[in-house]
């Protein structure tokens, strides 16, 4: 089992920035995909960032391309999402999710994901 717990999350005004945290604990893989997703209530969950851990490779949902980044660090066990020029758009719940098998899709969407965060909320005010 593994385990993922967000932070960072908060509020800022438009063109602000913000990092999140996710900390991995518990079964761990070397190779995997791992991603931030965000749901805003009524709305399905959406693919935000994406990140294959054996290689760096990432995936950025158009919305957001030039402005957030996604990193891992792999000695601490721990995905980042760097946010830098917030929109209002950009409010919703923020989770990390984590496939947990080497073969998964940087564009898989949800159903790719077996393991997620509680998340942690980014409000965006204009």
């Known amino acids: 089992q593994m385990h993922l717990a967000e932070s960072g999350g908060g509020s800022v005004q438009s063109g602000g920035s913000l990092r999140l945290s996710c900390v991995a604990s518990?079964?761990?893989?070397?190779?995997?995909?791992m991603g931030w997703f965000r749901q805003v209530p009524g709305q399905p969950r959406e693919g935000v960032a994406h990140?294959?851990?054996?290689?760096?490779?990432?995936y950025y949902a158009t919305s957001v391309e030039g402005r957030f980044t996604i990193s891992q660090d792999n000695a601490k066990n721990t995905l980042y999402l760097q946010m830098n020029s917030l929109k209002p758009e950009d409010t919703a719940m923020y989770y990390c999710?984590?496939?947990?098998?080497?073969?998964?899709?940087?564009?898989?969407?949800?159903?790719?994901?077996?393991?997620w965060g509680q998340g942690t909320q980014v409000t965006v005010s204009a």
């Open positions: 999710a984590a496939a947990g098998s080497p073969f998964c899709s940087l564009r898989g969407g949800t159903n790719e994901y077996t393991y």
């Open positions: 990140i294959y851990t054996g290689n760096d490779k990432t």
């Open positions: 518990g079964d761990t893989y070397s190779s995997t995909c």
